[in-house]
């Protein structure tokens, strides 16, 4: 067994900087196995008011609740854990579907390890990995057919560990009403409050979730250009394309260099997200996990080039938003101490809007599942000097 007799596996240098950054290390590593109480989703108030789209749900039996900082946030209850007799086939999943079936998701074939024996219509148990049940349905493919199609869904699950609504089946999901995304990652744009006319630049756009939420409170009087990897520019324009957002630039390509490719936009951006890969350690619910110390340092390294990309991208007083979705030192407040010490940039704590969860570290504001409804997460706005 891992930290705490829990399945996650997190060595000394790494578990001694969780603890000194968020508290105790049992509880934290117990709340990283369950997810949050509550199920977000952002309204797109581009298409529809708020108030509208409640109504909407309400219609079809479905009781949604107002956030209490974000006003287009709204949330359901997260049912569970919930106890069932787990019998059938055993179905083995990877580690990202497992995590989703553990919420209820249907499993999809591109998810299946393997599925010995499964036929159509077979009552079965979905596990993880390591072996731990994660939920049971029945099987809609058989392993033959899964492993020549490689896609589609698989099993229908009947029996998950949580229960909350299906974020693709709620009313208005394909017409753009809604995006699924949780309030820690919504505090982004809610805090930079952007403004019209702004110009925007987004180093880490995909899947689309922030960009296309600043887009939302800027309007199409914003200039804003998402960046991202090649293959992730399709992911980003099918969000965008679905919620209506129209006047956004996609670009595919390395943003630590967009300048260089793109050397107009040097000095001319009031504001630039950055949310670099991390080591991901506040995302939950996580059926295991295994990380290291060096894992940690490597990811600061990496995040640490879009920074500097981020002050050659920004004018004189213009903002930075940086965030991650893990909870290290080392990725969050030690990159925004050496943004402060190297190149100038000062925190900026006039937000649009003031969390009224989480704490402030004095070099940003965090987020952890033990001491908040919320999965783990980080932001700081800093303001690169004029």
Known sequence: ??????????????????????????????????????????????????????KMLRDRGLEFRVDEDIPEAIWHPVEGPLSWE???KKVIVDKVAAESVLMGSDLYAPGIIEARGVERGDEVVILAPNGAIVGGGVAVMSWREVKERGRGLAVK???PIY??????????????????????????????????????????????????????????????????????????????TRLGIDWVKVVGGDSRRLTRTYPSLEGKADAVLVDPPCTNIGVIP?????KTLRDSV?????????IVEAWRLLKPRGLLAYSTCTITSLENEAIVLRAIEELGFSLEWSWGVKPSRGWSTGLGWRWAPHRTPTPGFFLALLSKPP
């Open 86 to 88: 787990f019998r059938g």
């Open 286 to 290: 996580k059926v295991w996990d295994r």
């Open 298 to 306: 490597a990811a600061s390294k990496y995040q640490w080039s879009f």
């Open 1 to 54: 067994m891992g930290v705490c007799g829990s399945p996650l596996e997190y060595d000394v240098g790494l578990s001694e900087d969780l603890e000194a950054s968020s508290g105790p290390l049992c509880s934290l590593v117990k709340s990283l196995l369950r997810p949050p109480p509550r199920l977000y989703v952002r309204v797109n108030t581009l298409k529809v008011s708020v108030d509208s789209y409640l």
């Open 157 to 159: 699950v009947t029996k």
């Open 163 to 240: 229960r909350a609504p299906r974020v693709r089946d709620l009313p208005g999901w394909s017409e753009g009403l809604i995006y699924g995304q949780s309030v820690t990652s919504m505090y982004v744009a809610r805090a930079l409050d952007p403004k019209p006319g702004w110009t925007i630049v987004d180093l880490t756009a995909a899947p689309g979730g922030k960009v296309s939420h600043v887009a939302q409170l800027a309007g199409r009087e914003s200039r804003i250009i998402a960046v991202d990897r090649p293959s992730k520019v399709e992911r980003i324009k099918e969000t965008l």
